[in-house]
């Protein structure tokens, strides 16, 4: 028997409602590089199970992994969730039968992380780069899910890739990420390493900036870090609580007409690939924006009861959560969206994404690793000491141009596992420091 | 203890030239209100081990498993990558034996669950009443122990408890929406909820953002300005203290948090105006992030990072240390047992001056009084840096008069320190969680210091 079935059973005697119960077996390993050499190799092997229970409106939630103090944690959720309130906003969990048939289990990928880390390396350093930083994972793991009306077992995996480049004050910086499966390992890695070093010699020094509104080219990474900060604002959990751009939009515009997100976990070809929440409910792909408009929110089966909607396979049962999120391919290439560049900027990644107003979705984010100042369509500056003080309302309504090709992007905690094209955005703030 | 920790010393020892065991537990209690309702209550328990090797290169592993064949079979697979070509230096230092603990008064494992929800309905009350209709309140606790043991000789066991309160609460609508979030936090039992006055903190902050949210933003110009102590404290750990953490500096954050503009400097280099002194001190009492020995088994201790306007001493763990060639300094910290430890801050801080609060702001003819903050980010070498006002007045000849909303302070490190002319006597601190490492690790922290003046700051 699995330890989630063996917790979902002792759990039994309770009178519960509701017990949603989730083990992951975790077996994960990472190198870490920088100075073209490497710092240190780290391996994970991790034992957890999460454990959701509901009596009537009463919920408590306790994340196991020490099985040696199994009962007593048991017994310890149990009395948290007699002596506390009802928690009016909860509405159950997903009671429908769900059909896993169509999962694939993922296997662990057959990589040599310490041979990709040495690529990306050589790669970056033969193109010319003073020096690189970076990391490599390799992840896998097997979920068991038991709920009190489903139970799955399924397995993840994937590999995930970082490398950036530095030559004198300019950077460069790549990453991305695979779902099992990922192919052709070594040429990601030398391709990764070649255009991270490209990035930061395309010019040899940087200036200082200017401020004032810019029609920018946004790669992958900058769009994907603005839409990552900006995913929460589509659970359902933030926009009832108050704290979101998207409250109060739903069926309105909220972006360019080419603009289409979507959350889709159920790709197993990224790092994001989860076929099942927490609540045991099957994934799957939704658009959140259509062509610039609003369709749906993030939801569990308690959320989306109380907007009397269904599920979108987000749970987190009481905070949906976005999993994979996507930016659907225009029409355009990238050599067209540099070229319409009259006068603007090409930024390739920022960091820092910090908001002032959750309401109004107002933040500022620091360009960095290749920040470009675009006359009629050519490179002429390399800028630095610049900030991106602007809004996720209004990035959204100005996009204009959207590329055909997307790219599986996914850095640190920045930029989520996600797949995002090139965008140009117009009238974007560009503040600076003085 | 855990029964494999001695184990696993006896085994790694045979098959590396240096090695350390750590091993942590923790239970964590997290409950929260949301929006007038109850929002639900977890408890989360957990141990493990971590296992650092050094061989050829330096490999970690870290298991949570309790079957000891499982656990041998990890640690030969970290040996093994031991011996893959990598950078090899660990810093020794003295070693130490030592055992530590943090008393609590209102012990965290007895205080009433009742209570806790009680101070957390009376808080969504306060606001509501106020007039803020979004909120979030938050109590989190937590109880750790550990024990780390290293082939030098170095044993150091330890027991702490940490209390944190955090909200999030909004007022007025559309363009005129406010915001506020606020962490306290310290190192000690619930005893640290009677030290602060959370009901008056937040009927201030609503009271003043329901000001702001009507008032003016200030004009472009260039103003001289007050920060005060929880804006002087997001300075000190933006660019003093992330800056001179030495693996920055030599690189080996470059690809997630960055490098350091102090990278290839010559020390000691000169950050700003002699009234600049900045402290981290992990031993400071009741501190967030306190310990007495880090994570690395190395004993803490006071040290100044930015000394009279000089760059000082630098943030080390074990590997930085030994880079350097200097011993270890206690600033090796991980925010579990399955992290790393990373040269990390504590408590960190401006050294207070001889002003008084209100002597900063006589001589003022137009100027800025910046209290508190909202939004603020910095670029990964630490250099420039933006700060927007939460809580904010005008100041005209010497007098604080009307609420600012939202001022911006964009500028960079130099010119910060650069422009500081006095430094007030008033010395307080703030909670805050710091990110850093891949995994990302959030390490407790204070962020300190007194109201300071700056003159002539610019602003767009």
Excluded at chain 1, 125 to 131: E, V
Excluded at chain 1, 190 to 209: F, V
Excluded at chain 1, 332 to 348: F, V
Excluded at chain 1, 353 to 375: K, W
Aim: some cysteine; aromatic content about 10%; proline content about 3%.
């Amino acid at each position: 028997m699995s330890i989630a079935d063996d917790i979902f059973d002792r759990l039994q005697k309770f009178g519960l409602d509701s017990i949603a119960v989730s083990n992951v077996k975790e077996d994960s390993s990472q190198v870490r590089f920088s100075g073209n050499s490497k710092d240190i190799h780290n391996h994970w092997v991790e034992d957890s199970t999460s454990v959701f229970v509901a009596r009537g409106k009463k919920t408590a939630s306790t994340i196991v992994k020490d099985y040696g103090i199994l009962d007593s944690s048991i017994d310890q959720l149990m009395f948290l969730l007699d002596h506390t309130p009802d928690n009016e906003s909860f509405m159950g969990i997903n009671p429908e039968k769900q059909d896993y048939s169509s999962i694939n289990g993922a296997r662990k990928n057959d990589v040599d992380i310490q041979e990709l880390a040495s690529i990306m390396i050589d790669s970056a350093t033969g193109k010319g780069a003073d020096r690189s930083a970076g990391l490599i994972y390799n992840n896998f793991a097997e979920v068991t899910t038991v709920t009190t009306h489903n139970r799955v077992q399924y397995s993840t995996g994937g590999t995930e890739f970082l490398i950036r480049a530095f030559k004198g004050d300019m950077t460069g910086q790549e990453a991305t990420h695979t779902g099992s499966g990922g192919s052709d390992m070594d040429s990601i890695a030398r391709s990764l390493g070649e255009q991270a070093a490209e990035t930061a010699m395309m010019l040899d020094h940087r200036k200082e900036g200017k401020q004032g509104k810019f029609r920018i080219l946004m790669s992958p990474y900058l769009i994907g870090n603005i839409v990552s900060y900006a995913s929460a604002y589509f659970s359902y959990y933030s926009v009832e609580s108050g704290f979101s751009c998207f409250a109060e939009s739903m069926g309105k515009k909220v972006g360019n007409d080419k603009l289409t997100i979507l959350d889709d976990p159920s790709d197993a070809s990224g790092s994001g690939f989860r076929p099942v929440d927490d609540e045991g409910t099957v994934t799957f792909s939704k658009n959140l924006v259509e062509n610039g408009i609003l369709r749906s929110y993030l939801h569990s089966y308690s959320t989306a009861s109380r907007n009397n909607t269904r599920t979108t396979g987000n749970a987190g049962i009481i905070a949906p959560m976005p999993f994979q999120m996507k930016m659907a391919g225009g029409d355009s290439s990238e050599q067209e969206m540099l070229a319409s560049l009259k006068e603007g900027l090409y930024i390739r990644n920022a960091w820092y994404t910090r908001f002032q107003d959750d309401r109004n979705g107002v933040f500022s984010t620091v360009p960095r690793d290749g920040v470009f100042y675009v006359q009629d369509g050519e490179i002429k500056e390399a800028w630095g000491g610049i900030r991106i003080s602007d809004s996720i309302p209004s990035v959204l309504a100005n996009i204009d141009l959207i590329s055909k090709e997307t790219w599986n992007v996914k850095w640190w905690e920045e930029i989520f596992p996600s797949t995002m094209p090139y965008v140009t955005v117009n009238e974007v703030n560009v503040s600076r420091a003085f | 203890m855990n029964p494999l920790f001695d184990k696993a010393f006896e085994y790694a020892g045979k098959n590396s030239k240096w090695f350390e065991i750590r091993y942590m537990e923790r239970e964590t209690t997290r409950a929260m209100y949301r929006n007038g309702q109850f929002d639900g209550i977890d408890n989360n328990r957990e141990s493990g081990i971590a296992v650092r090797l050094l061989n050829d290169s330096i490999s970690s592993a870290y298991f949570d498993t309790t079957d000891w064949d499982a656990a041998k079979t990890i640690i030969d697979v970290a040996v093994r990558k031991s011996k893959f070509p990598g950078k090899n230096q660990i810093g020794i230092g003295r070693e130490d034996r030592a055992s530590w603990k943090i008393a609590q008064r209102k012990g965290i494992r007895d205080f009433p669950l009742e209570e806790k929800l009680q101070i957390l309905k009376d808080m969504d009350r306060i606001m509501e009443s106020e007039g803020a209709p979004m909120r979030i309140n938050e109590l989190l606790d937590k109880q750790m122990k550990g024990q780390y043991a290293n082939s030098s000789g170095s044993n150091v066991s330890w027991e702490s408890g940490r209390i944190q309160y955090f909200y999030m609460f909004g007022v007025g609508t559309g363009e005129e929406f406010e915001q506020s979030t606020g962490q306290f936090g310290a190192s000690m039992g619930y005893e640290y909820l009677d030290e602060i006055d959370l009901p008056e903190i937040v009927r201030n902050e609503i009271s003043v953002l329901k000001k702001a949210s009507q008032a003016k933003r200030p004009e472009p110009g260039t103003y001289d300005f007050v920060i005060g102590p929880e804006v002087s404290g997001i300075v000190a750990h933006e660019s003093c203290g992330h800056p001179t953490e030495y693996d920055r500096i030599i690189g080996r954050e470059g690809a997630l948090a960055g490098e350091s503009f102090l990278t290839g400097k010559e020390f000691p280099y000169r950050i700003g105006s002699e009234a600049v002194s900045i402290i981290d001190d992990p031993t400071y009492p009741g501190s967030y992030g306190y310990y007495q020995y880090d994570d690395e088994g190395v004993r803490a201790r006071k040290r100044y990072l930015y000394r009279n306007g000089m760059t000082s001493e630098f943030l080390h763990n074990r590997e930085s240390a030994a880079i350097l060639g200097v011993d270890p300094n206690g600033g090796g910290r991980s925010s579990s047992w399955d992290m790393e430890p990373l040269p990390r801050m504590s408590t960190t801080y401006i050294e207070p001056g001889n002003f008084e609060v209100d002597e900063l702001f006589e001589g003022i003819q137009r100027g800025i009084y910046m209290k508190s903050f909202t939004e603020w980010n910095i670029d990964d070498v630490r250099f420039n840096e933006k700060y927007v006002g939460k809580e904010a007045y005008l100041i005209e000849n010497g007098k604080v008069t009307d609420v600012l909303r939202r001022p911006v302070i964009e500028t960079n490190t130099i010119n910060f320190y650069s422009s500081v002319d006095a430094v007030a006597n008033d010395l307080q601190f703030h909670a805050a969680t710091c990110g850093k490492g891949d995994p990302e690790q959030g390490c407790d922290v204070w962020l300190g210091g007194p109201h300071v003046r700056l003159r002539g700051i610019r602003i767009a």
